[in-house]
Structures are given as C-alpha cells and as structure tokens.
C-alpha cells in the first residue's frame, strides 16, 4: 500500500454587517471540521472541530482622524484521536480584543491594539507515536491548550510611493507548548508554564511602478523582525 494522507475538510462561515454613520459592526459564525488518515504514521485517524461565534465593532471620531476598535470572539473546539491509539480533547476559549489609532496626519499614523489567542494541542502532538529520519516522535495525552495575550503598538507612515511601518509587540503566553527531547531519546511536547516573547517588525517598500506612471506595479519591499 501507498504510503498516503488523506484530509477531508469542511467549513462554513455566515456574516452580518450594520453599517451606521460613525459606526460598523459585524457578527458572525465560523465552522470548521476536517477528518485525516494516515496509513503510515500514528495517530491514523483524527478529527478536528471548531465552532465559533464573534462580534466586532468600529468607528470613527474627530472628523474621522481616531479609530475605535473592539471584539470577542467564542470558540468550542475539539480534537478527537481515533481508533483507539488517544481520546478527545475539548475546551473552550473567550478571545477579547480592541484597539485605537489616530492618524495625526494625512501621511502619518499611529496605533495601539491588544488581543487574547489560545491554541489547541494537534493531534500528532497529543498522540503521535511515529520514527521520521531516525527520531521517535511520541505524543503527551495531558498537553493542556496553550493561551497568550499579545500587546503591540507602532506607526504607519505612507507618503506618494513610500510605504514604512514600525511596530513593537509583547506576548504573554500560558501554558505554551514547546518540544523537547525526553530522557531515552524520544521526541515529545510539553506545556511550558509561562513565557513571554517581544520584538520589533518592521517593513519598508517603494512602488516604482507608481511613481513613473507605469501601467504595472514594481514595488520592492523589506521587512524585518527583531528579537532581543
């Protein structure tokens, strides 16, 4: 037999918009399933499962120069490992989110947002149990979902064909998982308490293309993200 991995996907997603002089929101619905076997490697068969209901709103003050932004976001979900090699993992999470930016200029931008994510375990890493270029990899049944709230703040600046953008992010995270070697040698996962990660990204480009007139676009572009 075919060494072979199958996934069969299926999702859905409905949305609402209410627009009204300062002020947008939008509720919806998001489903996501998808089934996969592996003839090869374990776990054979899992089953992902995702429903989530969210609600964002917007506006916009002061002649439109500050942005008000604001949502949560419900998720039920679960991953289930068959044929009797894991059992069912299922939680769910509350992610709030909101930000605000105020365009001091018609070139110049400034910004300030914060967000909470989580993150199930996959199922390889609940139960895999598989040898790939001489390692064995081996699942952890008791990962817990690891969960962050991320802080982030920059500029946008944009002028004719010029674009820059500078922004500095935090990251707390709970329960994060990482792998690791075990002591015989083994390949496995592990929620790692607490941790926290920040940076700077930055991107720069120029869109040569619009600056001679061309009827196509040339744009270079940098980005680079640093992390002390």
């Not at 999702?11 to 947008?24: E, I």
């Not at 998720?75 to 289930?80: A, L, P, Q, S, T």
């Not at 390692?135 to 946008?156: A, F, I, M, R």
């Not at 002028?159 to 390949?187: A, C, M, R």
């Amino acid at each position: 037999i075919a060494e072979k991995l199958t996934v069969d996907f299926k999702g859905t997603q409905a949305q609402f918009t209410f627009h009204h002089d300062f002020l947008l929101l939008t509720a919806g619905f998001d489903w996501v399933n998808y089934e996969s076997e592996d003839n090869k490697y374990s776990p054979k068969k899992t089953e992902y499962n995702d429903s989530a209901g969210f609600l964002l709103a917007k506006t916009k003050l002061l002649n439109e120069r500050l942005i008000l932004s604001g949502g949560v976001r419900y998720d039920d979900y679960k991953v289930e490992v068959k044929a009797r090699e894991g059992g069912t993992e299922r939680d769910d999470y509350t992610c709030p989110r909101a930000g605000i930016a105020y365009i001091i200029t018609d070139y110049l931008k400034v910004r300030a947002n914060y967000g909470r994510a989580f993150r199930m375990p996959t199922a390889k890493q609940l139960a895999s149990d598989m040898m790939m270029f001489y390692t064995h990899y081996v699942g952890n049944p008791d990962l817990n979902p690891e969960k962050s709230d991320t802080y982030e703040g920059g500029l946008d600046f944009s002028l004719n064909s010029f674009n820059l953008s500078l922004t500095y992010f935090h990251t707390d995270f709970d329960d994060k998982i990482e792998s690791y070697t075990k002591p015989n040698g083994d390949y496995s996962y592990r929620n790692l308490g607490e941790a926290e990660i920040e940076g700077i990204e930055g991107s720069l480009s120029f869109d040569i293309g619009s600056l001679l007139s061309w009827d196509y676009q040339v744009k270079p572009y940098v980005t680079v993200t640093y992390l002390p």
